[in-house]
């Protein structure tokens, strides 16, 4: 080392320095965290429709078949009287996408001609159900349901599609 690069690199200086680089890894870290955060959330699971309590949400679309989608429920009274009051969200497995075609005979749908579910004639409560939408599904939507039979999703009206707006994310369960 030469005379002038060691007076150059003299004690208060590496500190700066090392400051400067200290700072700069600190707001790269705190940036991919915030970036990390806005993607992705944990949501907490208190419905017996799906099998595990904790899952991470990744906010992304389009979800593939098969996928556990999380969205935003529709307002409405039934929904009010079962879980309460405020925003109402659900988690569901993906059973069809667009350009699928869902029938429905007595009760059971069936996504390209493979059955998914039952849709049951009232809440526990005694509410009636409305069997939910038939035909292709359209672009952007999905049909989705669980293998719960007291699963409120798709198969019934008050849920219908779930299109891409109402999607949260796609969910993995971790605990």
Known sequence: MTADT?????????????????????????????????????????SPSLP???YLLERKTPAQRGDLIFFRAPASDVLVKTFGEGEHLFGKRVYGIAGDVVTLESRSFFVNGKQVAVAKPATKRGDPLDVGPTGTIPHGCYFVGTDHPDSFDSRYALIGWICRDRVLGTGTAIL
């Open 6 to 46: 060691a007076r150059f690199w003299n004690p208060a200086r590496k500190r700066l320095y090392g400051f400067v680089l200290l700072g700069t890894m600190a707001f790269g870290a705190w940036q991919s965290l915030a970036n990390w955060r806005d993607n992705h959330g944990f949501l907490i699971n208190i």
């Open 52 to 54: 595990n309590w904790a």
